[in-house]
């Protein structure tokens, strides 16, 4: 017996007024539709409001489907394809097809991520909802995860039990959740995205994984070299004549410098060790409120020096991170590729909660995700508007510069929109990483740069960014001693000089990032969405103190030629469209900034 020719019971509750020639064509309706997908599929599903028709890149797929099934009863097939074809609408299509058909077939889908799975939920209930009433499986109960196809009274189920078939639609991140059921159909979206728990690098497989205990530092950090009083008064001296002479504001920020430097002179001749000394320094350039000159002690000299050069070395999951300390939790703003964080199915706008079993709203907590090299992390993580998970990685040794994000944004009307995510300036490549994105990407009808939780970096980074969408003098560095202007020289890829542009700001954009902002937006080069900037456009200069740490002091504040009024430092960078966004609050398909963009870009 084929599968078409399956008793069909009718699977909706039959009033009394509907006649027995009715119940026979509802019956030979479904028999028609269980031999022909596509029949089924043109006549009864619908994509939004709109019916369900084939597009040409999805009948080679099809057709390979119905060969299996032909051939041998069933199908397996894995499509590498380019994105927006089609091809999750059409895996959705066959799902409805054979659970809201037959008896007792489980359907799972999974998506590499939470949005991801709702979206593909929305699919199947939208077909479901859309069937014609005489042929419409009776559901048992329907949930935001679940399509249950049974009779959901107790009275006649035993009599009518209905179809018995269910849709279950999940993230990959959710645990067992293909445990305890047989699986008739799986439709496995984004599988290349699925995590990976079970990685372990190479370098650790012939080691136990190590767990560290809750409490305990995974972060190793040296004592500093001890230093003689006379030692720690020669810093001292350095860092009060670099900002007598050189601080950019000759009251000293409206501080009583004077006193807090002869407070810490006394101090250093009662007695204090290297640690308290390095943190009274610090503590004593900090007290300038600028919110931007800060002191390095000679380890952290070595640890920015391999930033700027993008030659990252430590252990850990790799990620980049930002604290939001009135939430107890970390928000990751970029993944390193091939890292335990990749792996183990770590995002972008992911959120990690708890670390080893020590919640984030601990201080400091969320430097246990780096440790002890091959030792195991736990950590429970949640996706903006999706359910808690737990990840388990390995750490192994990170290498390389922080990730530049770059990807085509979905669009309706077909045109091409690139976006780039740039988290820190402080990374020596990457110019180099967003060059090659706009390489790959070719001409484009519109960019989105990101600039949202970017707090600056250098200017070896800022010039070479800005010479990619504009050139001229831009602005001049104004100092105790006179100005100096920024000059750029146009050196674009592409289209990237002329390409319409929108750049998204935030209140976490800080210093080189708000002057790359801010000068595309004055020049009239680009258009900025999100919202005010942190207001913090000093640049730092950095002077090298006795001991080997450093000095990063302000020294100039940055004015834009075409807008010197605009007064950044204070009122900081001023979006043209304001949107307000958490970054740990969405995710790149929920993201209400890039939607306002495409809705300009839509504008011209």
Not at 128 to 149: C, Q, S
Not at 230 to 235: C, E, G, I, N, S
Not at 345 to 372: C, F, M, S, W
Not at 420 to 430: C, F, Q, V
């Amino acid at each position: 017996m084929s599968e078409a020719e399956i008793p069909v019971t009718l699977t909706r509750t039959v009033d009394t007024g509907v006649v027995l020639g009715e119940a026979q064509q509802s019956a030979q309706k479904i028999v028609r539709y269980r031999r022909d997908f596509r029949a089924f599929a043109s006549e009864q599903l619908r994509i939004g409001d709109n019916p369900f028709n084939f597009w040409p890149c999805q009948i080679p797929l099809l057709e390979s489907i119905e060969r299996q099934f032909e051939a041998r009863g069933f199908a397996r097939c894995v499509w590498l394809k380019a994105r927006q074809v089609g091809a999750s609408t059409l895996a959705e299509s066959l799902v409805a097809w054979r659970t809201m058909l037959w008896p007792h077939v489980n359907a799972l889908v999974l998506a590499d991520q939470a949005e991801r799975a709702r979206t593909l939920f929305e699919i199947s209930r939208t077909f479901y909802d859309h069937l014609d009433d005489d042929i419409r499986p009776v559901g048992r109960y329907i949930t935001k995860r679940e399509l249950v196809f049974a009779n959901p009274s107790q009275a006649t189920r035993k009599h009518d039990p209905g179809l018995r078939s269910r849709i279950v639609v999940e993230s990959a991140h959710k645990k067992n959740i293909a445990i305890g059921a047989n699986w008739q159909v799986a439709h496995l979206s984004e599988c290349a995205r699925f995590p990976d728990p079970a990685f372990v690098p190479p370098e650790c497989a012939d080691t136990p994984a190590i767990t560290v205990a809750s409490g305990v530092s995974d972060t190793t950090i040296a004592a500093p070299a001890p230093l003689t009083t006379d030692q720690q008064l020669d810093v001292l001296n350095g860092v009060d004549n670099a900002v007598r002479d050189q601080y950019v504001y000759p009251d000293f920020n409206g501080t009583d410098w004077d006193s807090a430097v002869a407070a810490l002179a006394s101090r250093v001749e009662a007695g204090i060790d290297a640690a308290a000394f390095y943190q009274a320094i610090d503590e004593l350039v900090a007290s300038l409120g600028d919110d931007h000159s800060y002191h390095e002690s000679p380890a952290e000299v070595i640890a920015g020096e391999a930033e700027l050069a993008a030659t990252h070395d430590y252990v850990g999951i790799g990620s980049m991170v930002l604290p939001v300390q009135d939430k107890g939790l970390v928000t990751v703003l970029a993944v390193f590729p091939g890292s335990a964080a990749e792996h183990a199915g770590l995002q972008i706008h992911d959120n990690i909660h708890v670390i080893d079993g020590v919640p984030l709203t601990e201080p400091g907590a969320y430097t246990k995700l780096r440790g002890p090299e091959c030792s195991l992390i736990v950590m429970e993580v949640s996706s903006p508007g999706g359910s808690d998970r737990v990840l388990t990685a390995i750490r192994f040794r990170v290498e390389g510069g922080i990730p530049v994000t770059s990807r085509l944004v979905p669009t309706e009307d077909g045109t091409k929109i690139g976006y780039i995510l740039i988290p820190t300036l402080a990374d020596g490549s990457a110019d180099d990483q967003a060059r090659a994105a706009l390489e790959g990407f070719g001409e484009l009808d519109g960019l989105i740069l990101d600039l949202r939780v970017n707090g600056g970096g250098s200017s070896s980074v800022l010039v070479p960014l800005l010479a990619l969408f504009n050139s001229g003098t831009l602005g001049d560095f104004v100092s105790r001693d006179g100005t100096r202007p920024l000059e750029i020289a146009a050196d674009g890829v592409q289209n990237s000089q002329t390409v319409p542009l929108i750049v998204l700001i935030d209140e976490d954009t800080e210093s080189y990032a708000e002057v790359l902002a801010g000068t595309l937006s004055a020049e009239g080069r680009a258009v900025l969405i999100g919202e005010t900037s942190q207001g913090n456009v000093e640049t730092l200069t950095g002077y090298e103190l006795e001991d080997g740490s450093k000095l990063w002091l302000a020294h100039e504040t940055f004015v834009p030629r075409a807008d010197p009024g605009a007064g950044w430092e204070r009122s900081g960078v001023v979006p043209d469209v304001v949107v307000a966004s958490a970054w740990e609050e969405f995710t790149f398909e929920t993201d209400p900034a890039i939607e306002a963009a495409l809705e300009v870009f839509a504008a011209g």
